[in-house]
């Protein structure tokens, strides 16, 4: 089978950083792959199930490309208590096949993983408050997202192929299903919005995470040496309580919504989930800054961006 050294194959494209990667990666050869083979708009693509290994093998060998971005996973924290090996075959297993096949043809492989590896307890700093996870922190997940999520980091290691791991954390778009869409539609039913303040992180646009990804994909991690697992999250920190006040704050100025309800911090004790979350979910960004010349802005400056995109869409 022939490689061709210019070509990207892109996984999970209809997820919130696969729709992003779409416009990053514009104008370069790419190969799109969904679960159902058809993109958000109906165009047909490549059908690359990672729930399912032949699915997976047919894609890997049908785009025949040099460097393979997945952008699939299996997200739905709570759920996967109760679906633990469809967690782990698409987070884990899938993960490691794509890098056993990258490793046999010379491709090299770009994935995403999660604070999650972590149990957010924290790391004291030297005035003894939590510093933020540098990557060779050590892991250890607290539910059955963390634990598939770091078993494919160290699938993905393990196979020998060239790759980049990056963790990213709090994710969210002006699409698809997350925090920032759930509170708007919230803030325009509710006079109340009641928000965990005690769980900390930095809301990262999925736009950040595809626009760094297309700037260092045209590199391999083996040639370059800047291989292994790298930090990618917005600057700066928040609770989900900060983070949805900035919100409809935000909204409201943009009359996204009528009016700014009313959000109340309230305890994790307080919002049970079937999972448990980790409290501290800050990521160390050194070490990307260091091999990329790149610093991603403060978690305001993204919101304030996908706030703008949204007016500028107009209503829905």
Partial sequence: MNISPDRVLLLGANGQVGRELQRALAGRDVVFATRAGTLADGTPCLAGDLADAASLARALEEAGAKTIVNAAAYTAVDRAEDEPELADRINHRAVGEIGA???AHDAHVVHYSTDYVFDGHGIPGADGSPRAYREDDATAPLGTYGRSKLAGEQALAASGASHRIFRTAWVYASHGHNFLRTMLRLAAEREELRVVADQIGAPT??????????????????????????NLVAAGRCSWYDFASAIVEGAAARELIARAPRVVPIATADFPTRARRPAWSVLDGARLEAAFGLQLPDWRAGLDQVL????AAGPA
């Fill in 101 to 103: 096949w990258a490793a």
């Fill in 205 to 230: 646009p999925a736009r950040w995470i595809a626009d760094v990804t297309a700037g260092v994909t045209t590199s391999s991690p083996a040639s370059s040496g800047l291989g292994g697992v790298f």
């Fill in 308 to 311: 703008d995109d949204l007016a």
